[in-house]
């Protein structure tokens, strides 16, 4: 119960802000273009700035109360200088954030500027008014674009929708019953007639049957091929994990991270073009962007859960921006395991043979979740060497290529051609 | 064709003793007992039906209940902050060094897996002998410290350091003496921190002693130039070589790089170009440098002065009384020193004992013959010896009559390793404080109040200096793994200096080293080391006072003079015992006894007959008042009446492995004029019981075959090809198998027998690369040893000239003091039509396009029918899971020392044959390089692990399919011949004669 009232009060929380933004955003867009603001804003200051929060630089929210316009601009145009001309104000403010300086914005016009103060304004005005908003509301309604909010509404709907076809339900039964209670004698009779019929063929067939010595054996016989189909299958699937799709420790998602946001493998797996391992990237690569980056605005601008457990892992603070000393490493569970004495090396298949990643592990851009999309059986490795083609512009291979010719001209040259089906090649 | 020569493994072959005869029938040790369980006691059971049926239940009921665990969940676990140099699965290397040799460090994620020689080094450079190679598992050794100790019990470094000083103060106060007690060291650092230490105590005083010394030699030359060193030899320039009992390829000095220099002389390379040194060894117990000596005669250890005097009476004309009046080595002598003068400016004479008067006398003989400057280098000389007995004798009598406050030891073990256990026990209860810098609680550290445990050197910083000018930097390829400090670290701390290591190492090079170098820091981290000597020393021309001298060496041999005299010396394996909890060396088999985990008594076989001693016999050997039990060898070529005991065993207090492993010989040396002596006069007598070593090369026998091809120089200048086997019988040969292309790759080696020594690094490289269990002298003795590599040793006996063909002749040596050896390297031939293939039931092991024999152990369910099928004995079958099974606890059954394993090969378990790879992981990796930058490989881009230990270049390995390559040059040699050709399996391995230079007289 305790979560569906706090479910509820967060979607009357979040209806309102809605409401009030839609209010908002009419009253005060005449005075500066608030929209071209939202856009410079995010396009350049997101990285290091919120409106309400500290991020590698201050909370903007009162930042007109603090500074008066004409410092703002030029700040924002070029701190830097502003800093070295010894403004008091900058300087203190330089000095606070660990002297990191502000880029310079020396591309925007004052108007531009003038936008984006307007539109942390705006944001600050939201902010104050969802702040001071009553708890409570009308219910329904689709001005929330929010989709956590979309999903509580579908489910109140549903639950709604439950409860009712329950109540017809319990009618129809009610009502079926009395129609029974009825014709209670008529009913007994027709189901004695029933059973005698029945279960005299039954009866009669079963006794044909074990006769029948020929078909009992040869039925026997049947049901023996039968399970021991079933258990060849079996045994070959022992040890098969395709489809394997253990439970991670976060809830790293594939499909935004190559799918939507179209990050190159290598950028996190980089061993993969060079070494054998393909290699999990270190939670240091992951806060190459996930230092700025926190999905705060699919969480009510709260950090996404999942990236605090990165955070909890390098031992960052997030408030603080400062690292601890006490890292705990992120115990990953291995989706693909080859056997110990099974040698594989990711470099020689995707730098040397050019092989996708999207091959042997699948469509990953798209999973949500990581599975195991290939058997990794040895039949399935010698199936795919059989048929590769072998990269024929790598200079390594110009000799052999050279003897193939004379031996098989116009034969393609695959990998089992030349040793890739020896057992010493993956076995030492 | 039939070899002039006929050779023998052993005496047991050449004896037929009925115990050999018998295990020579199997291939395996213990017969299956196939016929027991299948006679009629076997099969006439009660119920044999129901106990089937029982069996079966309980069978099928087991392997249900065991198959039901589910799959285990692994985990990856990635770094949280990667360092910027590691990528998983690559490995990086570092440049840092090993006594005193430029090596790189190979890491695999952080962890040192294995080491190599820096081949940009100056020095040796091509090849690391086999404690370097097996180092890197010291790094893993669970018997050493985690924490300091202070009386046995662990304490943080705070306790430990207040403890000391207040020790150090009290002494300062005193005005007692603070004595560093160490082996050589010649670390720039650690004499810096040394200083840094004395500054602050100016009572401190530090004494350097080596377990073996070489205090005569440096006396000696002190006498003789004025310059108390020990020099360097550049064997390289050297034609004609006479030893007198020093094992220069081995033990003595440097003696991997002397084998590096020596080889280039006799190699395949430089008989291509009809040149060969020529070798003469004297000496009473056959070193592994005498089994590859051209001549060879055996002496008395008394009797080493003699030969030295009448050498030098010979290349003099002088007529110094004493000479020697051996018979043999009188005719020797003579043709010896004609040699000699003739080869004046590239000759050379050294000698092995530990004595003043022999190495003045000896440097008198290199003066006539030239040999400083070019052979001998007085100027860039080692530093690798600079110990003094006489300054630890006179810490002793300091200590013993309570003078000494504070005592610490370095590298340090003389409670073991000093003649005189007692004294040095003694002196310690007198010393008010004393310390180790042990990294376990070893013989002298449980004797000392305090162990401040040092790292290995793979998780330090420092340098060494093994030779003058020459620098080598040491870095760290891991952080401490356990609770210790560096000792610069702790004498920088106890004298009031916070400095990190790190900064004072760097300081002290960039200060005192690179100044005038024109190199940087990061160029000496890179590149390893830093040469300021010149190329060749300066002639130098000894002042001796041979009449003196002669005197003295005819009366010291007075002492040693006996009907039986012993020979204390140092093993090629063992060395002096620092390295004895090392597994991989103690199962290193002895390069000329092929005894593995234990030192014993070697006797001339006749004079053992004399004694009464049969096989597997015991003898004690008394000398200087003390006696010791030790089973006996036979050794073809020891000198009659000479008993040789190896140094090194016997630790009691080294770890797991090492602990009471033979016994400890130390106690018979003595000490006389000031230099601690290893010859003496002893007894040896008859000792109750039997005791079966663990020898490994009784295990198979030759049928004698013709495995083994020699000739001399002479004749192989008139003709290359001679005794080489290849042309006198050509006949049509058939095959029943198909002839498959090998377009690509056809992976081949060769093996120049005149340049193997037998060190065996080789073995220990490759146990170390391809992750061969060590199983232990109860495995070895049932033939179980899993070294894919050995070297199998050959003796061929001559009698006044004759050499014994026969069988039967045996009983008729007079003595077995003439024999001669050769080393040949022994691995799995690659053969094209592979005997074990054939009769694989599973296909486990086939051939590949690449002409390499590929076994796939998860394939294999261990009938061993490749084994016996296999006619050169080189497969290997796991008895055990030997990594995770109890009764193997030597040293790899924990977690800790598990990470020394190769990452890139499989671990075999039980029940699996396996054998030489031809370290397939190292031809993909070399393969797949070339094919991401896009290029045909080169030669010499993949090196065998055993190919890069050898520093005689020895073993050649590549691709047979291109013909420029050195491995494709090497087998157009007129020299190859392939082992066991006529049964036709063609092996991919050529072997090259051994070719003997011997003096035609």
Redesign the interface.
Known sequence: MRNISSVLGRLAKSISVSLVLLFAVTLTSHAQDVKEGAALFKANCTACHKIDKKLTGPALAGMSERHSEEWLITWIRNSKAMVDAGDPTAVALFDEYNKLLMPAFTQFSDDQIKNIIAYVKDEEAKLAQAAAAPAGGAAGGGASSDANTFMLVGMAALLLLAIGVIVVLNRVTRTLEKVIANNQAAIEAAQARNEEHEGGDKVKFAQKFLKNKKLVGFTALLLVALLAVLGWQGMWNI?V?QGYK?VQPIKFSHQIHAGVNQIECQYCH??AF????A???????CMNCHNTITAADHYNGETSPEILKLYR??DFDPDTRTYGDN????????IH?L?????F?H??HV??AGVECQTCHGPIETMEEVYQYSPLTMKWCVDCHKETEVNA????????IE??EK?KKGEKMTAAM??GL????C?? | MDSNKKYWKGLEELNQTPAFTESSKGEFAEPIPVEDVLNEAGLSTRAPRRDFLKALGFGLGAVTLAACNR?P??????????PEEI????PNYYASSFNGQSVLVRTREGRPISIEANPNAVGLNQGTDAPTVASVLDLYDMSKLQNPQIGGKDVEWSKLDATVIAALDKAAAAGKQIVLVSNTVNSPSTLAAVARFAAKYPTVSHVQVDAVSYSGLVEANKNTFGKAVVPSYNFANAQVVVSVAADFLGTWLSGEEHTQDYIKNRDYKSLKNGKMSRHIQFESGLSMTGSNADVRIAIKPSEEGAVLISLYNEITGQSLSGGTTNAKAQTAIKLVAKELVNAKGSAVVVAGANDVNIQSLVNAINTQLGAYGSIIDLDNYSKQYQGSDSAFQAFLTAAKAGQVGVAFFLNSNPVYDYFKAEDVKAALAKVDFSLSFSDRADETATETKAIAPVPTYLESWGDESSKEGLFTIVQPTINPIFNTRQVEQSLLVWAGDNASIYDFVKQNWETNILAGTGKSWKDVLQQGFVYKGTATGSSYAANVDIATVASAIVNDAKRIAGDVELKLYESTVMRDGRYANNAYLQELPDPVSKVTWDNYAALNPKFAEQLGVGENGKVTVEANGQSIVLPVVFQPGQAMGTVSVALGYGRTKVGKAGNNVGQNAFPLASLVNGTVQLSAKATVSKASGTYELAQTQTHHTIEGRNIIRETTFAKYQKDPNSESGRFSDTHKTYDLWNKY?Q??HKWVMAIDLNACTGCGSCIVACNVENNIPVVGRDEVRRRREMHWLRIDRYYTIEENGNKITKEKEIAGVQDFENVTVVHQPMLCQHCEHAPCETVCPVL?T?H???G?N??????CFGTRYCANNCPYKVRRFNWFNYWNDSRFDNYLNNEFTQLVLNP???TRSRGVMEKC?MC??RI?AG??Q???E????KDGDVKMACQAACSANAIIFGDA?DPNSEVSKALRNERVYYVLEEINVQPNIGYMTKVRNTIEA
């Open positions: 040890g994990h253990p980089g061993g060079k070494s054998k391992n290699s999990i990237p270190s939670a240091n690569v892992a390098v890292p705990r490493p992120i115990e990953w569970v291995r395991n056997p110990d004495f099974a040698y090396n470099s020689q730098v040397v512009d790598n200079k390594y291979y110009d000799q052999l003897a193939h031996l030349i040793g020896e057992c010493g090649k076995h030492y | 799959t969940v692994h985990k990856a676990v990635p770094y949280v902050i990667k990528t998983p699965g690559i292309e377009p690509g486990a086939v590949s396009s690449e390499l590929h076994m796939a152990y998860n394939r890139d090969v499989t790879s397939i992981q993909q393969k797949l070339a094919k991401i896009n290029r045909p490989l399919n």
